[in-house]
Nanobody, 122 residues
Framework: QVQLVESGGGLMQAGGSLRLSCAASGRTFSSYTMGWFRQAPGKERRFVAAISWSAGNTYYADSVKGRFTISRDNAKNTVYLQMSSLKPEDTAVYYC???????????????WGQGTQVTVSS
């Protein structure tokens, strides 16, 4: 069982940077692939980034590639999403998730956080 709590969201101007954190409970955090997803108002939840359990592999949606960086600290049971060059279209609720496959398919993630709001103004 893993419980996930996101933090770091807020209001930011376009072009700015923000770092999201996701703290996990449970001693098996290092076994999980971790992912970030986001849901904009009126839209489906979509994949943003994922990182393998060893942090050896990372994956990104095309829309954030080159601007966002996912990382993890297994000693702190925390995964991060560093967001740079933010755009108004990045506005969404951001969720972290834990699973056993590094995939962009949310069905492959077993545990989810409650989400943190990111709003980017133009």
């Amino acid at each position: 069982q893993v419980q996930l709590v996101e933090s770091g969201g807020g209001l930011m101007q376009a072009g700015g940077s923000l770092r999201l954190s996701c703290a996990a409970s449970g001693r098996t955090f290092s076994s999980y692939t971790m992912g970030w997803f986001r849901q904009a108002p009126g839209k489906e939840r979509r994949f943003v980034a994922a990182i393998s359990w060893s942090a050896g592999n990372t994956y990104y949606a095309d829309s954030v590639k080159g601007r966002f960086t996912i990382s993890r600290d297994n000693a702190k049971n925390t995964v991060y999403l560093q967001m740079s060059s933010l755009k108004p279209e990045d506005t969404a609720v951001y969720y972290c998730a834990a699973g056993f496959r590094a995939t962009n398919n949310q069905r492959h993630y077993d545990y989810w956080g409650q989400g943190t709001q990111v709003t980017v103004s133009s």
